[in-house]
């Protein structure tokens, strides 16, 4: 397993924009595909986005195409999440999550390294 410290949550109003980092440490951080989810107040934990090891395939949930975009830095071993426009609906803790495969993929049962979380608040 990966060892996984996200950051950069707070709060902001809506419309705004935050960027979250994932950093790893353990396993070679390239080895891995990286997800971000989320679980809002009273909800299922949810699929944000992924990217695979070499960050050229990624693949977003529809409420957040076209505004948040992930990334990675292998040589940093450290994965972001940029998020623009925010909404309230956007609201939740995020997860950064790592899966030993080199395929995007979205379920959470097939991430097996998870952070602690970060909270971001949108506010309206």
């Known amino acids: 397993q990966v060892h996984l410290v996200e950051s950069g949550g707070g709060l902001v109003q809506a419309g705004g924009s935050l960027r979250l980092s994932c950093a790893a440490s353990g396993r070679p951080f390239s080895a891995y595909t990286m997800g971000w989810f989320r679980q809002a107040p009273g909800k299922e934990r949810e699929f944000v986005a992924a990217?695979?090891?070499?960050?050229?395939?990624?693949y977003y949930a529809d409420s957040v195409k076209g505004r948040f975009t992930i990334s990675r830095d292998n040589a940093k071993n450290t994965v972001y999440l940029q998020m623009n426009s925010l909404e309230p609906e956007d609201t939740a803790v995020y997860y950064c999550a790592a899966a030993d495969t080199r395929m995007v993929i979205t379920t959470e049962g097939r991430y097996n390294s998870w952070g602690q979380g970060t909270q971001v608040t949108v506010s309206s």
């Open positions: 990217i695979n090891w070499s960050g050229r395939s990624t």
